[in-house]
């Protein structure tokens, strides 16, 4: 099996540049050109959430979806909560006043105070295989949305670190702390199905994962080191991926699933480009009925 991205990260030897996707809250010019229907929309969906109580999860509702089978109730609390932190981030960054603080504050305790980041149906470390009925808080699952609230949660100390150390350097603190713990340290030990092995088939769980370990990992507050151990496993599991989808960018769970899988891996691969600029193959595309495929040659 042919493993381009592999051996290109393998290759480089260079260091890694800072990773800055977007303007950070209080960029001068940063946010100025939203528009002011976006604005006003941005603003008052974070005013909804001014004084929020954040759900309560009990570990009764984690142990629902086993006892029961319906996992609805245990993620309408869990997505609850990010988007009410989604939103009251966003807000602050459009105003930039400091209203939506201590409500910022509140979601990222209460999402670092979680036993575990992973849904009930996915909480095993072996594909297919039956469901713990709790999280292990000692050894952490990496599934699709354990992965996505590391990359939330770099992503709200990438844009608010300097306003949120204002208040207490322990809150950026505690934030590397559960992204080291929960998403960087477990990603470079353990071996998650979706991380790609032999022939073993892929899918979009792939590039999903891997592109939000990516942005756990560049925006938050790693070594060099740790940044090529994880630059060099994402491209492996990259080759895996790729081995699986056709040229018209379909996978085994079908067009659907493409914003989760094929403009993921465009994602991974124009991040890995920013963080090392020798990976450039990404920007050569062909265009398949109506998808864009970038080839990473």
């Known amino acids: 099996m042919k493993m381009p991205l592999r051996q290109t990260a393998d290759a480089y030897k260079g260091k890694f540049q800072e990773f800055e996707p977007f303007p950070r809250a209080g960029h001068p010019e940063g946010y100025k050109k939203v528009s002011p229907n976006l604005r006003k929309h941005i603003l008052e969906e974070g005013e909804s959430y001014l004084g929020y109580r954040y759900p309560s999860i009990f570990a009764t509702d984690f142990m629902n979806f086993k006892r029961t089978g319906n996992r609805v109730a245990y993620e309408d609390l869990y997505f609850a909560r990010r988007h009410a932190l989604c939103a009251l981030v ?161 996978g085994c769970k079908g067009r659907g699933q493409w914003g989760q899988s094929q403009a993921q891996r465009y994602g991974q691969l124009h991040s890995l480009q920013k963080r090392a600029p020798l990976v450039r193959g990404y920007r050569r595309g062909k265009l398949y009925g109506k998808n864009l495929l970038f080839k990473a040659l």
Request: hydrophobic share 35%; with cysteine.
């Open 90 to 250: 966003t807000a602050e960054c459009v105003e930039y006043k400091g209203r939506f603080m201590d409500d910022i504050v509140n979601g990222i305790f209460v999402l670092c105070e979680e036993s575990g980041w992973q849904l009930p149906p996915h909480n095993s470390y072996q594909r297919d295989k039956t469901q713990l009925p709790l999280p292990d808080s000692a050894r952490p699952v990496l599934d699709l949305f354990a992965c996505e609230t590391g990359a939330l949660l770099s992503c709200v100390s990438y844009l608010l670190g300097q306003e949120l150390e204002g208040i207490s350097p322990l809150i950026t603190a505690r934030i590397q702390e559960e992204l080291s713990r929960r998403i960087v340290t477990p990603y470079l030990r353990e071996h998650f199905w979706w991380m790609g092995q032999g022939e073993v088939p892929m899918c979009n769980w792939t590039a999903w994962c891997t592109q939000n370990v990516l942005l756990t990992a560049f925006l938050g507050d790693t070594d060099q080191d740790t940044r090529r151990q994880v630059f060099r496993k994402a491209a492996r599991s990259l080759d895996f991926f790729l081995k699986d989808y056709g040229e018209d960018g379909s």
